[in-house]
């Protein structure tokens, strides 16, 4: 086992499910497990003491961290086959920056819209779960930002309505995930359609809004570019689907969103990735999920807009 790998298995991610009474289904840095998941990588990930010591006290002594996740959004964080485990870029990066901390990080299956509020009830310590870091969210949580990406418009194939571009779906049914930043833009967008009404069919979980378009209840569905990617090209799924254009629409950054009060555990974490992003770890995680053009430079903290 190659020392990465070593450290993941001693302190990588655990996926918790969240709801219906579920406690914890999985461990993913069981090295036999994740074959395949995206966690066989090269170079060490070592603990820094010095950036554990930075971790809240409370964080220190429960021995794990609470990361909140939609996962319904392939390749960034989905279920396995078995249904219980999460994978996905997401999850290989908390399992390194665990790694980096000295501490397990568990995520936890919740609603995408609610996320935010319940990392401030404390229910999670923080939301990992391709959320655009965005001013009004800013108002709530802040960021350390890992992942540049924009918005992109996915149909049936074949493009039977011939939809090129923003402007192009009025007049027909959105699909689209509650609480996005694509829900925004297209309410935002209802005002310029006139007399033909764009129609917004909302769904819980980005699972949900993917089968609207699917089963034909919706013409089109915006999403962020790395799942509408994945959609067209995974032979599971690419008969079905293809981009409306090559346009990423509204360019923006991800986050990982804690409470504003918790400055200890959003300064771990930046310190953390930024040590990933400079050993290489990053890129490497990057590369294995096909995710290079969204690489962030370095960490940041509330670099949205």
Do not use: H
């Amino acid at each position: 086992m190659n020392p990465f790998r070593r450290v993941l298995a001693a302190a990588g991610v655990l996926a918790v499910l969240a709801a219906g009474g579920c406690g914890l289904v999985s461990a993913t840095a069981d090295p036999v497990a994740t074959e395949g998941a995206g966690l066989d990588l090269t170079g060490a990930v070592t603990i820094d003491e010095s950036l554990r010591a930075l971790l809240p006290q409370s964080a220190r002594d429960r021995g794990f961290i609470r990361l909140v996740t939609d996962s319904s959004y392939a390749p960034m964080e989905y279920f396995a086959a078995d249904g219980r485990t999460i994978i996905g870029f997401e999850p290989d990066l908390a399992a390194a920056l665990g790694a980096v901390l000295g501490i397990r990080l568990e995520m936890r299956f919740g609603d995408f819209a609610s996320a935010l509020d319940e990392v401030n009830k404390g229910t999670y310590d923080g939301v990992l779960s391709s959320m655009t870091d965005t001013a009004g969210r800013e108002k709530k949580v802040d960021f350390v930002n890992y992942f540049a990406t924009g918005s992109s418009i996915l149909v049936q194939r074949g493009n039977p309505k011939r939809i090129t571009g923003m402007a192009g779906l009025c007049g027909y049914s959105v699909s689209v995930e509650i609480g996005t930043v694509q829900e925004e833009m297209l309410r935002a967008g209802q005002a310029k359609c006139g007399t033909r009404p764009m129609t917004l069919v909302v769904g819980r979980t980005g699972a949900d809004a993917v089968l609207q378009l699917r089963t034909g209840r919706a013409t089109a569905l915006l999403l962020d570019f790395p799942p509408a990617t994945a959609l067209v090209t995974d032979p599971l799924t690419n008969a079905y689907y293809e981009l409306a254009s090559s346009e990423q629409y509204r360019p923006g950054i991800y986050g990982i969103g804690v409470a504003k009060d918790n400055t200890a555990l959003r300064d771990a974490l930046r310190a953390a990735l930024d040590r990933l992003i400079k050993n290489g770890t990053y890129g490497e995680l990057l590369q294995r999920w096909s995710l290079t053009s969204g690489a962030v430079a370095e960490a940041t903290v509330n670099a949205g807009d």
